[in-house]
Nanobody, 131 residues
Framework: QLQLVESGGGLVQPGGSLRLSCAAS????????IGWFRQAPGKEREGVSC????????KYAHSVDGRFTISRDNAKNMVYLQMNSLKPVDTAVYYC????????????????????????WGQGTQVTVSS
């Protein structure tokens, strides 16, 4: 059974850091692009970051650029989201997702931010930023 499991969420004070992990079971991640998405209460799901299958391309939402870092370790079948300088507006349930869809460009393959392109989703992990 193909599964993604997120971990690492929790309660943190503004300005603090968390590292989210996304573990895959039942399949290997090295051919999949991975995205992190989040959904806050009463708001639509939004893309936070994505990384292509090789790890050579990453994208970030403007709201997290410079504070969050996505990375992957294909040997361990893991993807991570390092979140620094957290703000209350970052409070949400965070999901990782996997897709075989990548944009092929002249400079290489690029990850995609469109949630509709993602086939496999984790159950989510809650991140709460509050003093």
């Amino acid at each position: 059974q193909l599964q993604l499991v997120e971990s690492g969420g929790g309660l943190v004070q503004p300005g603090g850091s968390l590292r989210l992990s996304c573990a895959a079971s039942g399949f290997t991640l090295n051919t999949y692009g991975i995205g992190w998405f989040r959904q806050a209460p009463g708001k639509e799901r939004e893309g936070v970051s994505c990384i292509n299958s090789s790890g050579g391309n990453t994208k970030y939402a403007h709201s997290v650029d410079g504070r969050f870092t996505i990375s992957r370790d294909n040997a361990k079948n893991m993807v991570y989201l390092q979140m620094n300088s957290l703000k209350p507006v970052d409070t949400a349930v965070y999901y990782c997702a996997a897709t075989l869809v990548e944009d092929i460009t002249a400079v290489g393959t690029m990850c995609v931010f469109d949630a509709e392109e993602y086939d496999y989703w984790g159950q989510g992990t809650q991140v709460t930023v509050s003093s």
